[in-house]
């Protein structure tokens, strides 16, 4: 035996060293197989893990003999060198987690129970097969590759018989995957029919990749640091990008552009595009650019002139005409040439601004907003309000600019005041301004008063008529927050967001809430047609996001009786409102009529902007990011009845 002042045999330290890098090589195998364990929802993470599985039992039994070599070895190179067996302990800890994962995932189906009843003459058997604990398939795409997997591998991949599987597969559809098989006869002859459906259906490389490109582009970004925050990033954008990538999809960057580019394209010409792909094809982004290109080339013909496809590209109003129409009603209009010019000393006359092409913004038909026959059957508060939702002109009902900037000298033909004579308010239901008390003589304009030496402030609340225009109705931003009362203890209340609102103003109801000493304030409330409102003084009070203690504001507001009605005006049909799902709602309840304690003007709106949003479709409301949640404002569809559906 060797001592440490006797030469060390080269034969045994060879030995050792290839003894010792091949117990590495086993170890790091096994290694990337426990590793596999967390990716299992992956297919093809899950047929690489059950085809490295046969050899775990063969690469066990071999480390354990290389160890105790290995061991054996140094104690002859080197007296007194101490073994160690900490590495066996470690590969036995993989190897066990291992085993139990297979024991999980091993398909084993239970036999049918079979009860055969002895007083029956027919000797008729029945069977009643144990449910699989398997995830149910609702139709959602993002759920499909995992049921897939598990499915194809826990039955329709096992030998049983059909009637079994069938009955596995039925009792696992739920939601709309159950429609794809209404019609057809659930025997055991057409279990391949309706498996076959499904996988036509939902196994679509292409959509699923979009789905999962959806979820990465779509996860809400975060302003502060947060845990919480980083945990669900790393959970579903990981998850998608994993997912992504197990697609196998040819060439992936390209299909990531391709994804960009075609979400910059209006619906029509994605249609288009659609329609000249085959059924399983993957585009590329180099088809899209080529298709555009043509597309364009096609527009320009059908449209030729000198106008022709630059003016689609034209911001709004950019291109102008002037129309005149006495009364806010159609009149004569030089515009079209169609009927002689009434002069103006005869006549008083609005106009309108429309874009160059002619194009409706509400119809999409060839004709300024103005002539538009669903607008003309709005209400004026309904006009406003889809004015304004659209960025137009309040003067002109053109776009890309202001009210203070049109350059039109025109005021409207009733009121005398810088608005369009569509957009003419009267005194009715359908608009509140605040508070609801109106006092008598209130004509003046806010100006006038301010020249009487009598503070005015203009705050107008536009509330939608009770009307059912398509089964639609207009949100209005509404927002939940903490109200600190007397004692610091947060109250959370329901206000409205207004940037058309020169001041905060607080309800009486709410007041007696919080219990703040009321000041007092000579202000005067002016809306719509000048009309004033009797102010009860003015509060100091601070409030916070209901998500982030750190977004807190002290303001100053008109303490008056009522607000407005409750809004929304009808129930929100939520169930076509999906893209909002999984974010932070400023007000989780916009979707039910509620009563509403206060407003937030223009002194806090563009303090709490975030600057991003989230869109559906354009008769779909909007989400707006702010500092106190997203809120929920635009066009909206409506529930038929009284019920709603939550959004969660």
Known sequence: MPTDGMEIDPGLAAELKVLTSKKELIFTQMQGIYDLLKKLSDKSTLQTFNRKLHCIDSMRAEFSTLLERINLLEAQIKVGRPTGFSALESMDDMYGAIKQAEVLLKPAPPPPVINVDSGSSSGTQHIKLQRLELPSFNGTLADWPLFFSLFKVNVHDMDIPKSHKLQHLLSHLTGRAQLICAGITPTEDNYDVIWNLLVAKYEDKRCLATNYLDLIFNFKSNKTESGKHLGLFSDQ????????????????????????????????????????????????????????????????????????????????????????????????????????????????????????????????????????????????????????????????????????????????????????????????????FVPNHITNGSNESAVQSAQD???????????????????????????????????????????????????????????????????????????????????????????????????????????????????????????????????????????????????????????????????????????????????ILGTAPIQCGNDYSPLH
């Open 237 to 432: 954008v990981g998850a998608a990008v994993a997912a992504l990538k197990a697609l196998e999809i040819p060439n992936l960057e390209d299909f990531i552009l391709f994804y960009i580019g075609n979400s910059k394209l209006d619906d029509q010409s994605r249609r288009l595009f659609e329609n000249s792909l085959g059924p399983q094809e993957i585009p590329s982004f180099d088809k899209l650019l080529q298709f555009t290109q043509n597309q364009s080339k096609i527009l320009s013909r059908i449209n030729p002139g000198p106008s022709g496809a630059k003016a689609d590209f034209k911001p709004i109003g950019s291109g102008c005409s002037y129309s005149s129409h006495q009364g806010g009603k159609g009149g004569s209009s030089s515009a079209y040439g169609n009927k002689s010019p009434v002069s103006s000393s005869t006549s008083k006359f609005s106009h309108s601004f429309f874009v160059g092409n002619n194009s409706c913004i509400l119809c999409e038909e060839e004709h300024p907003l103005f002539r538009c026959s669903k607008f003309l059957k709005f209400s004026p508060q309904d006009r406003y309000v889809f004015v304004k939702q659209h960025a137009l002109c309040v003067n002109c009902l053109g776009g890309n600019h202001r009210v203070l900037d049109c350059p039109s000298k025109h005021v409207c033909t009733k009121c005398r005041l810088k608005h369009h004579s569509l957009l003419h308010f009267t005194h009715n239901k359908s608009v509140n």
């Open 453 to 631: 030496n009598e503070p005015a402030k203009v705050s107008l609340c536009s509330q939608t008529a009770d009307c059912d225009i398509g089964r639609t109705t207009v949100l209005l931003s509404t927002v939940k927050i903490n109200i600190f009362d007397v004692n610091g203890v947060p109250r959370q209340m329901r206000f409205l967001l207004d940037n058309g609102s020169m001041c905060n103003i607080i309800d009486k109801a709410a007041l007696e809430i919080i219990k703040l000493p009321i000041q007092q304030s000579n202000t005067r409330l002016t809306g719509l047609g000048s009309t004033s409102s009797q102010v009860h003084g003015q509060v100091n009070f601070t409030f916070a996001s209901r998500f982030d203690n750190r977004a807190k504001y002290t303001v100053q507001a008109l303490v008056v009786d009522k607000v407005v009605n409750r809004l929304p005006v009808h129930h929100i049909d939520c169930s076509k409102l999906n893209y909002l799902h999984n974010i932070s709602l400023s007000d989780d309840e916009f979707m039910v009529p509620g009563p509403i304690c206060g407003v937030l003007g223009s002194s806090v709106f563009p303090y709490v902007l975030l600057g991003d949003s989230i869109s559906g479709s354009i008769d779909q409301p909007v989400a707006v990011n702010t500092k106190l949640g997203h809120v």
